[in-house]
C-alpha cells in the first residue's frame, strides 16, 4: 500500500510531527480527494491544547474543511468523478440511530466533526474511524458529503465554507430577513464579517455591530451607508441606548454572538424586544435548550446554530 504525507499531533500542546500514514481506498460509496487547501479555525488552538477536550484519540490528523480535486471514486458513486474541484464536508453521523433516521442528524448521537472534535459524548468513536483530516495529502470521505465546485470559487476560499456556513446557518434560524433587525456581537471576527455581507445578501433593513477593532468597523460600514452601523465595545457609550435609538426604541429581531468571550455580551442582551431570537455558536457544542432572560422579565429562546456541516461548533471567533 503507498503511503501519503501527513501531520499529527503527537501531544497535547506541542507542534505537530510530520510522518507517513497509508493512503486511503475508497469503498463503494467513497470520494478520494487529493487535498488542496485546509481550513483552520482559530478555536483548533483551545482544542489542541486541553488535555481532555473531545478530540481524535492522540496522535491525530486534524484539518477541519478540505477543498480539493477527486482522484478516484467508488464503484456505486454516481455523479461525481476523478478531476472534479470539490469542498469535502466534515460533519459526520452515523445515519442508523433514532435521530438519523428522523432527519435530525444535527442531534445524531455520534454526531462529529472529521479531523477537529467530537461534538457528542460518543462522537469520539466515529471521529477515531475516520483519521485523516485535512493536514493530509488526502481524505476520504463518502460521496454525500462531498459537494462539486463551480468554476466561480476557487479552493482556498473554499476551504473557508464551513466556517462561513456558521454564520449563515446562525442568520437563518434566527430568521434575518427583508425588514428585519439584527445586533451582530464580535462582528470584526471573521464569523461577524461574514454575518453582515450574509444579512446584507438576506435583506436586512438595519445591521448593528459591536466590536473592537475601530478601523475594520468604519470599512464594514461603507459596504452598506445607512444600513450598517457600529460601535467598539471599548467606547464609553450606553450600547443599549444606541441599539435602541437605532431601531427606533423597538429594540433588535435577532441577536447574533459571535463572540466567545462573555466580556461583551451582557449589553446586547438587553437591546432585546421582549421576544428576540438569538444565535450563538456555543461550547458545549450540544444544542441548547435553555431560554435565556429577557429585559422585560419574559423569556427568549437562545439557539446554537448549526454550521454548513449539520452540526453545532465551537466558537470559531473571538473578535
Not at 28 to 42: C, E, F, H, R, S
Not at 269 to 276: F, I, K, Y
Request: hydrophobic share 40%; charged share 15%; proline share 9%.
Amino acid at each position: 500500500m503507498s503511503q501519503i504525507r501527513v501531520a499529527r499531533l503527537v501531544t497535547a500542546g506541542e507542534p505537530l510531527v510530520l510522518g507517513v500514514a497509508d493512503k486511503p481506498t475508497p469503498g463503494p460509496n467513497d470520494v478520494l480527494v487529493k487535498v488542496v487547501a485546509a481550513g483552520l479555525v482559530p478555536n483548533a488552538y483551545n482544542i489542541i491544547t486541553v488535555v481532555g477536550a473531545p478530540v481524535p484519540t492522540l496522535p491525530a490528523v486534524f484539518g477541519l474543511d478540505v477543498s480539493g480535486v477527486i482522484e478516484a471514486v467508488g464503484d456505486n458513486v454516481l455523479i461525481l468523478k476523478p478531476g472534479d474541484r470539490v469542498y469535502v464536508d466534515p460533519h459526520m453521523t452515523c445515519g442508523t440511530c433514532t435521530s438519523c433516521r428522523r432527519g435530525r442528524e444535527d442531534i445524531c448521537r455520534y454526531n462529529s466533526l472529521r479531523g477537529y472534535v467530537a461534538l457528542t459524548p460518543e462522537g469520539g468513536e466515529l471521529l477515531n474511524q475516520n483519521p485523516l483530516g485535512g493536514l493530509s495529502e488526502y481524505v476520504i470521505a463518502p460521496d454525500a458529503r462531498i459537494a462539486k465546485l463551480p468554476d466561480t470559487v476557487d479552493l482556498r476560499t473554499a476551504a473557508r465554507l464551513g466556517y462561513i456556513g456558521t454564520s449563515y446557518a446562525g442568520l437563518k434560524k434566527v430568521g434575518v430577513g427583508p425588514g428585519k433587525t439584527v445586533l451582530i456581537n464580535g462582528v470584526t471576527g471573521t464569523l461577524g464579517l461574514a454575518a453582515v455581507a450574509i444579512a446584507l445578501g438576506m435583506g436586512a433593513t438595519t445591521i448593528l455591530g459591536i466590536g473592537r477593532n475601530r478601523d475594520v468597523m468604519h470599512r464594514i460600514e461603507q459596504l452598506a451607508p445607512g444600513r450598517i452601523s457600529t460601535h467598539s465595545s471599548e467606547d464609553n457609550i450606553d450600547l443599549v441606548a444606541w441599539a435602541q435609538d437605532a431601531t427606533g426604541g423597538d429594540g433588535v429581531d435577532a441577536l447574533f454572538d459571535c463572540s466567545a468571550t462573555a466580556a461583551t455580551a451582557t449589553a446586547p442582551t438587553r437591546c432585546w424586544p421582549p421576544s428576540p431570537r438569538v444565535a450563538a455558536p456555543s461550547w458545549p457544542p450540544v444544542a441548547s435548550t435553555a431560554r435565556s432572560p429577557s429585559p422585560t422579565g419574559t423569556s427568549s429562546p437562545a439557539t446554537s446554530p448549526s454550521s454548513a456541516h449539520s452540526g453545532s461548533p465551537p466558537p470559531r471567533s473571538t473578535n
